[in-house]
């Protein structure tokens, strides 16, 4: 195995990494591998059912394909590997929060940043980039920049024009102390019953969450403007969320921060059409979950819920809701060294059999 000595730091969501490791197959049965068909990813970390860790990369995102090969980024770049570990394409990126796979997998969706002059500073502007997977090339860009003007005018009272401080901005880079908006999520939106009563909810078009706006967007399949918008408020209030997505029954899943006035943090559904929010799932008491930062949620096959929990250290939890949220498994993250800074981001269960069987690793 190879070892780097190394932090990674993206955006206020850090994963804080002893010895991180470059790559390691672990030695264990290949039974203990592959046989089970569910695998939890965190960042670029792969463990089994049994909560075992079975494969691990040095970057902060990760992506499988089945024929062994995978998409990174540590932060700052973004690439692709084949299964031989050979270097495919590299482009340096700015990456945050998000990779994730549109609907057939031969694209990425990439939250960025760049920095333009606003209100005589200079100042932090997230971006949304489409990236062919073969090549590793921009085919779609949007740009808060570029954007700006819209979303004052599409932001709740008083926020349009406003910008937000954040300390961790600052430390990655000093000359850079505020920010336009902070996204922390983007989907492309799936097949879903809300779509038969609103075309704006159409396969295709993209969802995304505007934090320190305090409202979801959502953007057409051009990723050229935004074509609704809705305000956290509409939902309970004007807190911060995470992980926005929207399911097949055209709800949209949301991870429910709550960071600046609340006092714990809620996993909730949005019914667009019928303006519903249902809360799926607090704490008892309530305050035992409260992750003021960060945050991934998942809605499972079996109608589970796998979600993150920076609270009390870096945890993955699975719960039943058929059982009054009863929770049937979990994982403590427990390769950080600084311990008050347990932060990540999103947890997704994957079946990645094929994607081990292939990875011949170094």
Known sequence: MILLNNTLKTGLCLLLINSTVLFVRFAQAESSRITKKEHTVVGCRIY?????R???????????????????????NLEKHSKEFELLWSRDLKVHHQVNWNSDKTKLLVISEDYHEYKGEK?????????????GATQQKYSLYEDRANIERLSPKGRGDSTIHIPELVRRTPSIKNQFSHLNSFYEIPD??????????????????????????????????????IHHSELDNDESMHDVQVLSSGELLIYYN???RGDHSSLVKYDPIKKIMTTLFESEPKTVFNAKVCGGIQELDNGNLLYSDVTQGAWVYEIDPSKSNKRVWSLRIDDIVDKTKQYIQQAKREDLTQFLQQNLGL
């Open 48 to 52: 089994n059912s049994k909560g075992q």
């Open 54 to 76: 079975v494969w691990v990369y040095k970057a902060r995102f990760c992506l499988f394909l089945e024929d062994g090969s995978f998409i990174s980024s540590n932060g700052y």
């Open 123 to 135: 100042i932090k502007f997230d971006t949304l980039i489409i990236a062919d997977s073969e090549t």
């Open 192 to 229: 879903n019953e809300s779509a038969k009563k609103d075309p704006v909810f159409s396969k295709g078009n993209f969802v995304i969450n505007l934090n320190y706006k305090f409202m979801i967007a959502i953007l057409d399949s051009k990723l050229e403007r935004v074509i609704r918008v």
């Open 258 to 260: 709550r960071s600046f």
